[in-house]
């Protein structure tokens, strides 16, 4: 059943990348990064896009080695056994009890405009319908639709920028005197830019041949962190009108050429993106979970192998978790460290099972590097979310 359903190919998956790795970060994190530390951000996304770009290719390899639904965990398992692959799964499972809810918080401020009398937690929700609703059609469909839709949206982005760049007559450049913990909470932060590489390997099983994940990975890193550099540079010296007395607006980018039609671009640019980033995740992590056997419920599958068991367990956990935020237990930037923290305690485990598993040369060297930078930056972490993973770590290397 599963070789019946390997129907993405290279641009197919591209699709289902692009979109979302762009998703809600590449909406949320520029400006907010310029309003917090101006144009030291470039620096920031100089670092986060290099290393970004090598996170894909090693986590790329990995999903070659060791196709299937469990992804990456598959390939821990072989290197580091059994009780790290679960770790690694809990880690991930656990980064997304937070990360599509700052998604769908990221999606209802954009569409609230249109939407008065709503709040941001019911849109969300609604948003969230609209996301499980798509998870449920076949795989290939969805890799069509968002390649469609994630090609527009960067040539929107693409367009807007170089246009900013060309009416641009100051280049300068001012380094702010900014604490250390702040670079670390801006790492942080921009680490959510290259979320998403590690959930690749959960549609291995999805494609035609091998070929095609290594292709798709490295033509959408591309077109990733060129739009993610056209964006920062016109963002921190482009001309605008209300730069110094207001916080920079994303709408301001494509204003120039838009005109009057921005609000709604913007706006629908923003919902397309963090479905698309939803799609990526909740699929992904719903393959993963339903791969883990963890009960005959979660291992349910759909005719098409759409994983629906662990898909309605995540559902559930995002309700709970959106009524935490209709509480004001939990805030926007709260579920953005919360997931990232998780994330990068994932993706240190991923790796190490690719320091393990590859043989010497520039990927497994890459590899140590990035291993040695993703743990100083988790030291930036929530401290609870320190606690967490510390606590998940020797509660699996005690377990028999």
């Known amino acids: 059943m599963i070789q019946t359903n390997k129907k993405l190919n290279t641009f197919t998956l591209s699709g289902l990348i692009i979109g979302p790795i762009l998703g809600s970060g590449v909406i949320l994190l520029p400006p907010l990064l310029y309003n917090m530390i101006g144009t030291y951000s470039l ?51 656990c980064a997304v009890f937070f990360g599509p809810v700052a998604v769908l918080l990221i999606a209802a401020q954009f569409i609230k405009p249109f939407f008065p009398n709503e709040s941001i937690v019911n849109l969300g929700f609604y948003v969230y319908i609209i996301t499980y609703i798509l998870l449920l059609l076949k795989i290939d469909f969805i890799g069509k639709l968002m390649l469609f839709v994630s090609s527009a949206i960067t040539l929107i982005f693409f367009i807007s920028s170089i246009n900013i760049l ?159 935020v209709y509480f004001n237990i939990l805030t926007l930037d709260n579920l953005v460290a919360f997931a990232d923290g998780f994330f990068i305690a994932n993706a240190i485990i991923g790796l190490i099972t690719a320091i393990v598993l590859f043989e010497k040369g520039f990927l497994k060297y890459c590899s140590v590097l990035l291993a040695l930078i993703f743990f100083i930056i988790l030291l930036f972490s929530n401290i609870f979310i320190l606690l967490t993973i510390i606590a998940l770590f020797i509660f699996t290397y005690l377990k028999k």
């Not at 290719?57 to 469990?70: C, H, N, Q, T």
């Open 43 to 93: 620096i920031i996304w100089a670092v986060i896009l290099s290393l970004g770009f090598i996170f894909a290719l090693v986590f790329g390899k990995l999903a070659i080695i060791y196709p299937g639904d469990g992804g990456v965990s598959l390939a821990t398992k072989e290197a580091l056994g059994k009780k790290y692959q679960l770790l690694t799964s809990f880690y991930l499972i």
């Open 166 to 324: 060309l009416n641009t007559t100051n280049f300068t450049f001012v380094i702010p005197s900014l604490e250390l913990s702040q670079i670390g909470y801006s790492f942080i932060l921009a680490f959510w830019a290259i979320v998403g590489w590690e959930v690749i390997g959960n549609y291995s099983n999805e494609v035609k041949e091998t070929k095609t994940l290594t292709n798709a990975v490295i033509f959408s890193a591309i077109i990733v962190s060129t739009v993610y550099i056209l964006m920062c540079l016109s963002i921190s010296f482009g001309d605008f009108p209300n730069k110094t007395s207001e916080k920079f607006k994303l709408l301001w980018l494509i204003e120039p050429l838009f005109k009057s039609y921005s609000n709604v671009i913007i706006s629908s640019i923003s919902l397309v993106l963090c479905v698309g980033t939803l799609i990526l995740f909740v699929g992904g992590v719903a393959r993963l979970i339903s791969s883990l056997k963890l009960t005959t419920y979660t291992s349910k599958h759909l005719a098409n192998n759409t994983p629906i068991g662990a898909l309605n367990l995540l559902s559930m956990i995002y309700i709970m978790t959106l009524v935490f």
